[in-house]
C-alpha cells in the first residue's frame, strides 16, 4: 500500500511553455502533499507544502507564480512550471502523507518527474 | 536551526564488509528521523525511521541504523555490503515549518560497494 504515482516520468519541453506534472496517491487519501526539487547529486529542496482545498505553503525562496501548485482533491496534487527556462531544468519529486491516525504521518513519495527546458 | 548533517560525500566498501553511513541531527524537541535511499533518476525509497523505543532500529534490506540521543546520531549501518546497495542515501528528520511538519534532508551520501 502507500503508492505515490507522477506523470510524466520525464518531459523535455522549449523555453517560455509551461509544463504540468501530476502526483496522484493510488491507494490512500492525501491530506498534504509535498512538492521537492533535486539538482544532480544534490539532496531535496521542499519547494512547497500542499494540503488539500486551501493555498499552497511556499518555502522561502520559490516564486509561487513560477511554480503553481493545485490540491483539488484528497488524491492529486499538481505543479505547473510556468514560462519554463533552463535553469528551471531538475528533478521533481512530490510526496504525501497518509490520513492515518496519530501523531505521525509518514511521507511516502513518488518515482520523481526529470524536466529539461531547451 | 533544525538541520540533517551528513558530514561524508561518499562511502567506499568492499562486498561483504560492514558499513556505516553517518548522520547527525539538530532538532527541538523528539526528533522523528529517517533513511532513505535512492538510486539513478528514481524516487526516495524508505528504508527505515526511529520515533520511538528501540535505539537500534531495524529496516529493509539487511539495514540498521541506531539513535544516539546524547550525539543526536542516527548512522545507518549494514553488516555485510552488497554491490546493489551501491546508491545515494539520505537521512531526514521531521521538522515544524509554516505549514505544519516536512522533512529536512541531510545532503546525502553516496555508498559505493566493490565486488
Known amino acids: 500500500g502507500a503508492v505515490v504515482s507522477q506523470h510524466p516520468s520525464w518531459v523535455i519541453c522549449k523555453s517560455g511553455t509551461s509544463v504540468k506534472i501530476e502526483c496522484r496517491s493510488l491507494d490512500f487519501q492525501a491530506t498534504t502533499m509535498f512538492w521537492y526539487r533535486q539538482f544532480p547529486k544534490q539532496s531535496l529542496m521542499l519547494m512547497a507544502t500542499s494540503n488539500e482545498g486551501s493555498k499552497a505553503t511556499y518555502e522561502q525562496g520559490v516564486e509561487k507564480d513560477k511554480f503553481l501548485i493545485n490540491h483539488a482533491s484528497l488524491t492529486l496534487s499538481t505543479l505547473t512550471v510556468t514560462s519554463a527556462h533552463p535553469e528551471d531544468s531538475s528533478f521533481y519529486i512530490c510526496s504525501a502523507t497518509s490520513l492515518r491516525g496519530g501523531s505521525y504521518n509518514e511521507q511516502f513519495f513518488g518515482p520523481g518527474t526529470r524536466l529539461t527546458v531547451l | ?115
Not at chain 2, 1 to 18: F, I, K, R
Not at chain 2, 46 to 65: M, P
Not at chain 2, 80 to 89: E, F, N, Q, T
Open chain 2, 1 to 115: 536551526a533544525q538541520s540533517v548533517a551528513q558530514p561524508e560525500d561518499q562511502v567506499n566498501v568492499a562486498e561483504g564488509n560492514p558499513l556505516t553511513v553517518k548522520c547527525t541531527y539538530s532538532v527541538s524537541g523528539n526528533p522523528y528521523l529517517f533513511w532513505y535511499v535512492q538510486y539513478p533518476n528514481r524516487g526516495l525509497q524508505f528504508l527505515l525511521k526511529y520515533i520511538t523505543g528501540d535505539n537500534l532500529v531495524k529496516g529493509s534490506y539487511g539495514f540498521e541504523a541506531e539513535f544516539n540521543k546524547s550525539q543526536t546520531s542516527f548512522h545507518l549501518k549494514k553488516p555485510s555490503a552488497l554491490v546493489s546497495d551501491s546508491a545515494l542515501y539520505f537521512c531526514a528528520v521531521r521538522a515544524l515549518n509554516q505549514a505544519g511538519t516536512a522533512l529536512i534532508f541531510g545532503k546525502g551520501t553516496t555508498l559505493s560497494v566493490s565486488s
